[in-house]
């Protein structure tokens, strides 16, 4: 699809937002920078974005399935998930596509409603699959060219709080009438 730079959308910038109940993210590359550092125990480290984190917490209060779907796995990542209040953490994963299915009918959700962000080929044949397949500005090309909107901002650096923002907008979500300064830093 033709990509606006001004904006990053394709042709039909608002399409399929309305009908969006669902965003599933990649962690590596989506959700941090793609950047491990790894302890003297072995240990992958991660930086994840505080405004990514807000994004995602709101929607969960707002009644949006979250998933998360990663081949990267460690503690620290699930204790991360689990302050935001998403319960639905698939970590070291192996076959995308088969999570992929088995939590749509889990959730009784078609692939329509959902919106997924990945950025390497691992993501591809799930983003096949969805209603609106979405990526960061730096996914590698074939992400891309499966990509619906992709993201002005890099992974771990907004990406994710910039396509949950705009579903929720469309949807008239995105308010917040007691926003806590904690909800993201958790």
């Not at 771990?156 to 904690?182: C, F, L, Y």
Request: charged share 25%.
């Amino acid at each position: 699809m033709e990509q606006n730079t001004t904006n990053g959308w394709g042709k039909s910038p608002l399409g399929n937002l309305g009908i969006i109940s669902t965003f599933i993210f990649d962690v590596d590359g989506v959700l941090t920078d793609g950047s491990i550092q790894v302890t003297d125990n072995g240990e992958g480290l991660r930086t994840f974005n505080i405004k990514d984190g807000y994004a995602m917490q709101l929607a969960v209060k707002k009644g949006y399935n979250i998933c998360i779907i990663s081949g990267g796995d460690g503690v620290a990542m699930a204790k991360r998930f689990s302050n935001l209040g998403i319960t639905d953490v698939y970590l070291g994963a192996g076959n995308k596509v088969d999570i992929f299915k088995q939590y749509l009918i889990d959730k009784n959700i078609v692939a329509e409603e959902v919106l997924y962000m990945g950025d390497d080929v691992p993501d591809l044949n799930v983003m096949k699959l969805v209603g609106l397949p979405t990526c960061p500005a730096d996914a590698v090309e074939e992400i891309k060219a499966v990509s619906k909107f992709i993201s002005p901002y890099l992974g771990g650096k907004t990406a994710v709080r910039d396509i949950i923002e705009k579903v929720m907008k469309v949807q008239g979500k995105w308010n917040d009438a007691h926003p806590n300064a904690s909800d993201s830093g958790k």
